[in-house]
């Protein structure tokens, strides 16, 4: 199992090298940067501001430059907050990563409940109203689905706040803080799990369909065991096994869905800031945030292998 982890951990390396190649590159393609979309700058002052940033060297230089930094911890230097890139990072990401984990666990947890209650029921009345349910929300855009949910929870009913991630003018501390962030953070995650649990919820369904048609649970049902140790110990393992997979790419997945839902919500999450960022071509922020996905996507990759390797003890041997 050592020898597997290392060689999974060597593999990261060229891919995080390839994924930083690309990310700086096709930012350097696009026309423009932060000093040429401000009209307010003359010609000489652009000029100086270019070479003080360092766009007026080459790009390869610039890309040496800018890995050299990263390999010390420096993701770079936002030039529209005038800050370093991994402080403004480290203030908003948290604000994002509490939904994603959030939707991610409720997602995931849904969905195989769903998924074998519904292969286990299959044609059932269950069955057609979840599978009505699961394409109803697949169905519909976020944006829209943010807004009925504000309408219904917030403006009609009045039991939840519309957006942001504390009321205004409120001045929480300790318990009272920490309730007020979970009553505003209901709503996003509530979208991001049931734009999310549409296609997990089918994929399990599928996996448990093909597995319980197997010949070993035939046979564990000929043994006389129960039908839930037939189902829940040893045909849901195996339904699971293809999943694990999927997990490398939910959880860079959520940030990208959740920069939408932060919008609507009014979440103050790295979602809002990299559309900030685009709007003003803040480059370094958004390499620097790209960057952080690309790795986040290999560990999410790394995860899955090793969560395989222990479900698939043949996957360790090879």
Known sequence: MRHYVVKRLLYLIP????????????????????????PNLTAERKAELSALYGFDQPTFIRYFIWMGNLFQGDLGYSLQFQRPVSEVLGNYIWSSFIVAFASLFLTWGIAVVIGVVSATKQYSFFDGFVTFLVFAAMATPSFFLGLIVIKLFAVDLGWLPAGGMTS???????????????????????????????????????????????????????????????????????????????????????????????Q???????????????????????????????????????????????????????
């Open 264 to 318: 609507i919500f009014n979440w103050p999450g790295i979602g809002a800031i990299y559309m900030q960022a685009f709007s003003v071509r803040d480059y370094p922020l958004l390499m620097g945030f790209t960057m952080f996905i690309a790795l986040l996507t290999v560990i999410s990759n790394l995860l899955a292998d090793l969560l395989y390797g222990v479900a698939d003890p043949r996957v360790r041997v090879k």
């Open 168 to 262: 205004s003018g409120m001045n929480y501390t300790g318990w009272a803080r920490m309730k007020g962030i979970l009553e505003h953070m209901i709503l996003p995650v509530l979208v991001l799990t049931m734009l999310g649990i549409g296609g997990l919820t089918r994929y399990f369904r599928t996996n448990m369909l093909e597995v319980i048609k197997m010949d070993f649970v035939r046979t564990a049902r000929a043994k006389g065991l129960k039908e839930k140790v037939v189902i829940y110990k040893h045909a849901l393992r195996n339904a699971l096994l293809p999943a694990i997979t999927l997990f490398a790419f939910e959880l860079p997945a959520l940030f990208s869905g959740a920069i939408i839902i932060e």
């Open 15 to 38: 891919t995080l090298i390839g994924a930083s190649i690309l990310i700086f590159f096709l930012y350097s393609l696009v026309p423009g940067n932060f000093i040429d979309a401000d």
